[in-house]
């Protein structure tokens, strides 16, 4: 086993990975539900509104543009299963 002081090393002296994610893992922001995150009511990255102006007109929706990280993330999960994409 590697101990932390190696710096070559991957592996804490617990034996875990660094970077690894469990699937049990909650430190992932993503994974948390949008309400619960601390900058969900920051406004909505850039990213997040090129992606819902095209998922919204694949949807043949229309949403306001002041939406927030939150609002955005949670119009982003269902205009995926409106339209299929990022199913996969």
Not at 54 to 73: I, N, V, W, Y
Request: aromatic letters at 2%; zero cysteines; hydrophobic letters at 25%.
């Amino acid at each position: 086993m590697t101990d932390s002081s190696d710096p070559n090393g991957t592996t804490n002296d617990s034996g875990d990975v660094l970077g690894a994610r469990r699937d049990d893992d909650d430190s992932n922001p993503a994974a948390k539900d949008p309400s619960e995150w601390v900058t969900g009511d920051e406004p909505m990255t850039a990213s997040q509104r090129s992606y819902l102006d095209t998922l919204a007109r694949e949807a043949g929706e229309e949403l306001p543009a002041d939406l927030t990280k939150a609002q955005a993330s949670e119009h982003i999960d269902r205009l995926q299963q409106k339209t299929g994409r990022g199913q996969g």
